[in-house]
């Protein structure tokens, strides 16, 4: 029996340990928290995440309660709509779902599969022959050793694989309120007005997440409590929405992170710690349970561990880097775009979203993300 160490229990690490467990590994997960625990409001389930619950059996009790979202809009300063389902396909599925909910369910597969998870375990690094240390001075041998320790990665520096790590001064706080009858259903909305952006998208029957975006200089934009007077000057039709929002709030940075590879002998960068992005497109986490995924199977019935990570690198690596690319540029235009210019902008969105070689760039990882699954099962079976 092989061994797997996994640093982070958030949704890369979990996924991973629980796909490699049902493939006959014994796996250890050290989350640094008192408990496996989901920080957050809601997220979105493109069709590669989907595919993966439904392969390591978590997707009734992840997206239970979730919302199918049928189209994704997009309006401007003038609340002219400037995108119509350019995100969304007939053959991509789309759910937005609680975080804690998809957590939970993730938690609840890695501990069926077997997984152990061990808590307030903070990992200090590790080797490339396959060795973990823990900060408390104890060290863990495996087979395989995977960093999903996040932006700050212990597991990515310690074998030197990062590149730089970049704050893109922007970012946004997640709220959830309480959902009324007349609010949208099965629809995900997006509003924006200068460097402001705005989304408000049905996350279960009783919620809607709303997510405010905005440049890192925007001091009244990320303001504790979230300041509602300021949002609804310009947005004054969500006034509705922002009256719901409660007075604990937090304004998160959104962060970039390049490395000069994901593999270095036996230790794999899975999620932030390999390709932290900004979530613009939606796709951060869903990427993180895709490429954990893969990456267990890649390594079903491999006999050189370090040769199929490298292999499953080259196979993951291009949609992930190009959907990174997409997202940091989806955040400039939709954040630091000079306001002079908003009508320019918004022609020029409108125009992408017509492209169908645009759209394809663009949903990559939703599309071949997918595909890249149902090839890596096929081969496995």
């Known amino acids: 029996m092989r061994h797997a160490e996994v640093a982070g229990g958030g949704l890369g690490g979990l996924t991973v340990a629980t796909a490699l467990a049902q493939r006959g590994w014994s796996v250890r997960v050290h989350e640094r928290g008192s408990e496996l625990r989901e920080i957050g409001a809601g997220i979105f389930m493109w069709e590669n995440a989907v595919r993966v619950l439904e392969h390591i059996g978590a997707f ?13 809009r997009l309006f401007d300063e003038r609340q002219r709509p400037i995108q119509d389902d350019w995100m969304k396909s007939d053959d991509v599925r789309l759910y937005t779902v609680l975080r804690t909910d998809l957590h939970r369910a993730l938690g609840n597969a890695a501990k069926r599969a077997g997984v152990e998870i061990v808590t307030n375990s903070l990992v200090a690094g590790a080797s490339e022959d396959g060795e973990l240390f823990l900060e408390n001075g104890t060290s863990h041998k495996a087979d395989l050793i995977v960093g999903a320790d996040g932006v700050g990665s212990a597991v990515r520096n310690s074998v030197g694989l990062n590149i730089v790590v970049k704050d893109l001064m922007d970012g946004c706080s997640r709220h959830l309120v309480p959902r009324l009858p007349h609010d949208p259903v099965n629809h995900a909305l997006e509003y924006w007005n200068g460097g402001r952006r705005v989304g408000i998208t049905p996350v279960s029957d009783e919620q809607v997440y709303i997510y405010t975006c905005c440049p890192a200089t925007d001091l009244a934009g990320r303001e504790r409590p979230f300041n509602v007077e300021s949002w609804s000057e310009s947005f004054p039709h969500l006034r509705h929405f922002f009256d719901r929002v409660p007075n604990v709030s937090r304004w998160a940075s959104f962060s970039d992170v390049r490395c000069h590879g994901w593999v270095k002998g036996h230790v794999a960068l899975v999620g932030d710690a390999a390709s932290a992005m900004s979530p613009n ?8 349970m895709t490429n954990g995924y893969a990456l267990a ?32 540029l989806y955040g400039k235009v939709g954040t630091r775009w000079p306001r002079p210019l908003t009508d320019v902008r918004s022609a020029l969105v409108w125009a992408a979203g017509k492209s169908r070689p645009w759209q394809a760039r663009v949903n990559v990882a939703a599309h071949q993300g997918a595909e890249l699954i149902g090839k890596a099962t096929r081969k496995a079976s």
């Open 297 to 328: 199977m890649m390594l079903e019935g491999a006999a050189n561990v370090p040769s199929a990570l490298l292999g499953w690198e080259a196979r993951q690596r291009p949609v992930t880097d190009a959907t990174q690319k997409y997202s940091r």
């Open 60 to 72: 009734d009790e992840a997206l239970g309660r979730a919302e199918r979202i049928e189209s994704w």
């Open 281 to 288: 497109l939606g796709q951060a986490a869903c990427l993180a």
